[in-house]
C-alpha cells in the first residue's frame, strides 16, 4: 500500500472513530499532496512514496518553526497545538536517525569526498542528504556538517 493510500485510510479511521484533530490533520497534509501534485504536472498518476515524504518533512518543519515563534511570544497553547499536530505527521516518515549516527554518515561521507574547510559544506550537506533522505532533519545536518568543517 502507497503512503498516500496509508493517509487516505487514516484519515478515514481517524474521522469515524470521532478524533477530529487527527483528522483535520490528515486532511491537512493531502491538501498539500495535492496541492504538490497539481504543481509538478503529476495529478494523475500521483507522486512516489518518497516525493511524499519530502512533503510531510516539510510539513513537520513548518509545525516546528511555528512553535519556535509561538514559544517567543509566550503563546504556549499554541505552540502546543502545533506540537500535537508534528507529532501525528512524524508518523508517516521513516525513523529519524540519531545524532551520533549521522554523525558517523557525516564522517564518512566528508573522507568519501577527501574535503576540508567551510567552503566544501555545501558539498557534503548534499551528499548527506542524498544519502538519508528524510530520515535526518537538514538543519541538524548543517549544524554538524558546520561543526566537522570548521
Known sequence: MSLKDTIQNDTKAALLSGNRFVGDTLRNLKAAILDEEVATGKREEGLSDSEIEKIIAREVK???????????????????????????????????????????????????????????MG????????????????????????????
Request: aromatic residues 2%.
Open 62 to 120: 513548518k509545525r516546528n518553526e511555528s512553535i519556535a515563534v509561538y514559544k517567543q511570544n509566550g503563546r504556549e497553547d499554541l505552540a502546543d497545538n502545533e506540537r500535537k499536530e508534528a507529532e501525528v505527521l512524524v508518523k508517516y516518515l521513516p525513523e529519524q536517525l540519531s545524532e551520533d549516527e549521522l554523525s558517523k554518515i557525516i564522517d564518512a561521507k566528508i573522507s568519501d569526498l577527501g574535503v576540508s574547510g567551510p567552503q566544501a
Open 123 to 150: 558539498q557534503v550537506i548534499g551528499a548527506v542528504k542524498q544519502q538519508v533522505g528524510t530520515s535526518a532533519d537538514g538543519a541538524l545536518i548543517a549544524k554538524l556538517v558546520k561543526e566537522k568543517l570548521n
